[in-house]
């Protein structure tokens, strides 16, 4: 059973960087066909796609996000990470990680991150 | 960016009735990358449909999606106790961008 798991930070200041780490268990990151991916949501709001890092290790983020957004992989650890630079209170929110291989099918439990001083 | 709308923002029923949810993409997505979502509260997304009419594995066959081009459809034939959720529609091609929708909540009368 493929299993995510996100780790980091519950509280980031405004202007740092909020970096978190999904570990995934069950599954290889490097396996072929899979994107491993980031989500977010507001409070009592929807759901907003961060970005994805795929099998081949390219990477792609929401335009939205103004390129703030870095994420890695660690195939060694079978776990990939998410950085978001410059935070502000608007980046308040629950992140998933999750994989996307006929949709988004294995999500972690999410982690609420909270940005303020 | 392709924009996901989906429509009732919420629907009112009871247990047992037929629910039917809609997706309008704001340009053609084709049918292989349009997915559903059933989320509760404090929960994570659960996927109900991929490609935009197969059932995710374990997902019971009154949940059925229907539509290609901009056009989608979730539709629950007779609502169970716990179907009342938050559905979500998303869109996994993109190229390379992915979007979802705005959710709706069915909530019971």
């Known amino acids: 059973q493929v299993q995510l798991q996100e780790s980091g930070p519950g509280l980031v200041k405004p202007s740092e960087t909020l970096s978190l780490t999904c570990s995934v268990s069950g599954d290889s990151i490097s396996s072929g066909g899979y994107y491993w991916s980031w989500i977010r949501q507001y409070p009592g709001k929807g759901l907003e796609w961060i970005g994805y890092i795929s099998y081949r290790g390219s990477t792609y983020s929401n335009p939205s996000l103004k390129g703030r957004v870095t994420i890695s992989s660690y195939m060694s650890m079978n776990q990939f990470s998410l950085k978001l630079r410059s935070v502000t209170a608007a980046d308040t929110a629950v992140y998933f990680c999750?994989?996307?291989?006929?949709?988004?099918?294995?999500w972690g439990q999410g982690t609420l991150v909270t940005v303020s001083s | 960016e392709i924009v996901l709308t989906q429509s009732p923002g919420t629907l009112s029923l009871s247990p047992g009735e037929r629910a039917t949810l809609s997706c309008r993409a704001s340009q053609n997505i084709g049918s292989a990358f349009l997915g559903w979502y059933q989320q509760k509260p404090g929960q994570a997304p659960r996927l109900l449909i991929y490609?935009?009419?197969t059932r995710a594995t374990g997902i019971p066959d009154r949940f059925s999606g229907s539509g290609s081009g901009t056009d989608f459809t979730l539709t629950i034939t007779r609502l169970e106790p716990e179907d009342f959720a938050v559905y979500y529609c998303q869109q996994y091609d993109g190229s390379p961008s992915w979007t979802f929708g705005q959710g709706t909540k069915v909530e019971i009368k």
């Open positions: 490609g935009a009419s």
């Open positions: 999750a994989r996307r291989g006929s949709g988004l099918d294995y």
